[in-house]
């Protein structure tokens, strides 16, 4: 991939495969309990206590549910770190978005079912994937160049899947569903526009540091086990619930 290229291109490729190798390695053995996130507690009793329109507080569980949602955030990260034209950010940004609006509406207002534990897995791959494709790992490994942008659009579905999975668990009344369940929409959207734009500052102000481009390897490397640890615990969970 020519961006990751051209930003890393002072990591020579063998010290690259070793270290992506060893991180894999580590991630695969030490799996702690790192579920993906969920509704629960007070959120999931008011959800289930909800008869009507309530657009306020859906619209504010949805951006709460994106703010404080690890894996959406992990794979976000990895899909804006080299991205440093603004429309870029929008571009792929918006991909995810499609994404993760249309399973999302699908799934909780279309009835479509998956296993939980098997969609939650996948996510844990996006950020692997994207993990990987920032280091070059795909042209390092395999001599290919995958679309970045279909894969974002692609997994933004498991994304906004998984998400449905989790209200599919309550018994949500027919009442308002349709506007509470675009109200939650909105909100995800909104909570993921408050936690890019600082995602964004950050990276904006450590990209002018000199020390950026030594630690991007360790940053992904460090992406890359994140989503290998809630690969393994979800696997793990559909293993023992099987």
């Known amino acids: 991939m020519s961006r990751a290229i051209r930003v890393i291109s002072d990591i020579s490729a ?4 070793t270290g992506l190798l060893t991180i894999a390695l580590v991630a695969l053995v030490l799996v702690p ?12 009793v008011f959800l289930q206590s909800v008869r ?8 504010y569980l949805g ?17 804006i770190f080299f991205l440093y034209r ?19 509406l699908a799934g909780v207002l279309g009835g479509v079912r998956a ?13 692997v994937y994207k993990a990987f494709d920032n280091v ?9 160049e995958p679309d970045t942008r279909i894969a974002v659009l692609v997994f933004g579905f498991f994304h906004g899947f998984g998400l449905a999975t989790k209200l599919q668990d309550f018994a949500l009344s027919p009442n308002g569903l349709v506007v509470n369940i675009l109200s939650f929409n909105v909100g995800v959207e909104i909570g993921q526009a408050i936690a890019l734009t600082v995602v964004l500052a950050v990276l904006t102000y450590w990209r002018s540091r000199p020390g ?17 640890l809630l690969v393994g615990y979800q696997l793990s969970g559909y293993v023992l619930n099987a």
Do not use: Q, W
């Open 212 to 228: 950026f481009l030594r630690h991007a390897l360790l940053t992904n490397g460090v992406l890359m086990a994140i989503g290998f």
């Open 115 to 127: 296993n939980s534990y098997i969609v939650d897995a996948i996510i844990g791959l996006s950020v």
């Open 86 to 104: 603004l429309t870029d950010v929008i571009r792929y940004v918006s991909l995810f978005t499609i994404g993760h609006s249309v399973t999302l």
């Open 52 to 59: 009507g329109p309530a657009i306020g507080p859906m619209m």
């Open 63 to 79: 951006a709460k549910h994106m703010v404080t949602g690890y894996d959406h955030l992990a794979f976000l990260l990895g899909v």
């Open 14 to 17: 063998a010290r690259r495969r």
């Open 33 to 44: 309990d790192a579920g993906a996130h969920g509704v629960s507690g007070k959120d999931a």
């Open 136 to 144: 070059d790992g795909f042209r390092l490994f395999f001599g290919v």
